[in-house]
């Protein structure tokens, strides 16, 4: 029977599995409260990939999941990925930054600097240990790399979240989209200064420069353009950026993120612009949880990639936890609205599972690290509302506190 199907319907046995299986397991379960349909859909991918689905049925797993099928599911994870990696750089609001400044940086830098230095004590704990540091990686690349991951806030997961807890177009949570705009911007920055390649720094270098004068020319452009024109100029922006920067050698994510960035929001109807994020979560992005899942590994040893991703979760948290605290005392909150603004910023998803991803494709972690980074991304994510949820019903008027 297997040998009589073809590609086409292979992939198509793929494609329902993948928007079966994890709205299945959402509706029926009801697990909304703690873990929204996106963590699902990553969770299903891991127990989809050859870690659980491989090792229990490796038949099934390859035939389903053939080098011909993963290679037409991959085209589309990419082009997924590099679409909401654009929305995230489009939605960036660097002017309310900008207008509470002193506010924003302390906190931004706190946020982010403590759980990087907590993520870089762990990884460099991780060195002592063969299998865990990539092939092409240098020892302050690694540690570098895992340090922010765990330092990551995944910006597009933390507006779902705030507005399943219902405080988004509040004070507060406008207040923590200006922490995490300005962390996107430093993660970014540091994915490229591991990514630096010396032996093709000139590209590089030329490719920022050529950048520049595009962006420039292509913002006058798009302040010309009508809206109905400029949605879909900026997909022929996106694909332009992506190939420029994955040729500099800088990734094409970097460039899917450079060409959101460097756009207004206030080009496109914020309801459009919500619609579009919304709908490639839907039809795109279940892809790209697949292939993500589908690159766990198990090969170092069960018990060891759990015990990593716990203190990887640790030093995430805490770090993070610790970070907002110190800002807390600076700023004068207090104790209970830094500990709701450190457990919102510590949100991992999608962004840190893209961070990674490229650090994996670029030698600079295994997959058994990437493995226990995922598994932290999802800990950390699932913990949010739980956590959350009951200190906002108990101060409810920090909903309603400006700054």
């Known amino acids: 029977m297997h040998t009589a199907m073809g590609t086409t319907e292979i992939f198509l046995i793929a494609m329902l599995v993948i928007f079966t299986l994890p709205y299945l397991i959402w509706r029926v379960g009801n697990t909304d ?10 969770i299903t991918g891991v127990l989809l990939g050859p870690g659980i689905l491989g090792r229990a049925y490796p038949d099934y797993y390859a035939f389903v999941f053939n080098p011909q099928v993963m290679g037409a ?8 990925v590099m679409i909401f990696v654009m929305i995230a750089g489009v939605e960036l609001d660097l002017k309310k930054a900008w207008e509470h400044r002193r506010e924003s940086v302390i906190t ?9 230095v907590f993520g870089c004590i762990a990884a460099v704990g991780m060195l002592g240990y063969a299998g865990w540091k990539g092939a092409q990686a240098q020892d302050w690349q690694f540690v570098l790399g895992v340090g922010m991951a765990c330092a990551v806030t995944a910006l597009p997961i933390l507006i779902l979240l705030m507005e399943k807890l219902e405080i988004l177009r ?36 030329g490719f920022l420069v050529v950048f520049a004068v595009a962006a420039l020319l292509f913002r006058r452009l798009m302040a010309w353009l009508e809206e109905r024109d400029r949605w879909y100029v900026i997909l022929v922006w996106l694909a332009a950026c992506a190939l420029a920067a994955d040729w500099a050698g800088l990734h094409y994510m970097v460039g899917a993120f450079l ?6 929001a206030s080009w496109f109807d914020q309801k459009r612009l919500d619609t579009l994020r919304q709908q490639v979560l839907l039809v795109l992005m279940p892809v790209y949880f697949l292939s993500t899942g589908l690159k766990t590994n198990w090969a170092v040893g069960g018990s060891a ?3 990593a991703a716990a203190v990887l979760l640790v030093a995430s948290v805490a770090g993070k936890l610790a970070g907002t605290h110190i800002a807390g005392r600076i700023l004068g909150w ?60 108990r101060v409810a008027q920090l909903v309603f506190k400006t700054s």
């Open 73 to 80: 599911m991959n085209g589309i994870a990419w082009w997924a």
């Open 334 to 393: 207090s104790r209970t609205e830094s500990s709701i603004i450190g457990w919102l910023l510590q949100t991992k998803a999608l962004i840190m599972i893209i961070f990674v991803n490229i650090l994996l494709d670029k030698g600079i972690v295994t997959n058994e690290t990437f493995t226990a980074l995922l598994l932290m991304a999802i800990a950390s994510t699932m913990l949010t509302v739980p956590v959350v949820y009951p200190k906002l019903r």
């Open 259 to 264: 060409a959101g960035a460097i756009s207004e």
């Open 33 to 42: 409260y703690w873990a929204p349909l996106v963590v699902v859909q990553i």
């Open 170 to 205: 509040e004070p507060i949570g406008q207040r923590i989209l200006r922490y995490a705009s300005l962390d996107d911007i430093a993660i970014w920055g540091v994915l490229a200064l591991i990514l630096l390649d010396w032996d093709r720094v000139g590209r590089q270098l």
């Open 305 to 307: 990639v759990f015990v």
């Open 108 to 116: 931004a830098s706190l946020a982010l600097g403590t759980p990087l």
